[in-house]
């Protein structure tokens, strides 16, 4: 089992910069499948990133492409998202989200494939 917690969200200007990280718990943090979903107010929660367990395939929702990146240091125990040129849109909370690799180089864009949530990082962007 695996604990995730993030950090790093805030309120920002559009155009600008955040940098999300998401702690976990465990040795075999490596071994896992690790993705980003973030949650407007009243709406379900949204595929924003993900990447497989060692981190060599990565994908991003077209709302985000071009404009945030994933990455992970399996050493660290941590994932990561850098958002940048950021718009009133992806005001939001952010949650990163685990579950175990099962074998092969894959990654999961839906939500209920992950086992393994944090408690989320509000991510506020001002016009």
């Known amino acids: 089992q695996v604990q995730l917690i993030e950090s790093g969200g805030g309120l920002v200007q559009t155009g600008g910069s955040l940098r999300l990280s998401c702690g976990a718990s465990?040795?075999?943090?490596?071994?896992?499948?690790m993705g980003w979903f973030r949650q407007h107010p009243g709406k379900e929660r949204e595929f924003v990133a993900a990447l497989t367990w060692i981190g060599d395939s990565i994908t991003y929702a077209d709302s985000v492409k071009g404009r945030f990146a994933i990455s992970r240091d399996n050493v660290k125990n941590t994932l990561y998202l850098q958002m940048d040129s950021l718009k009133p849109e992806d005001t939001a909370v952010y949650y990163c989200?685990?579950?175990?690799?099962?074998?092969?180089?894959?990654?999961?864009?839906?939500?209920?494939?992950?086992?393994?949530w944090g408690q989320g990082t509000q991510v506020t962007v001002s016009s």
């Open positions: 465990g040795r075999t943090f490596g071994s896992y499948v």
């Open positions: 989200a685990a579950t175990r690799a099962r074998g092969g180089s894959y990654y999961y864009t839906e939500p209920y494939k992950y086992d393994y």
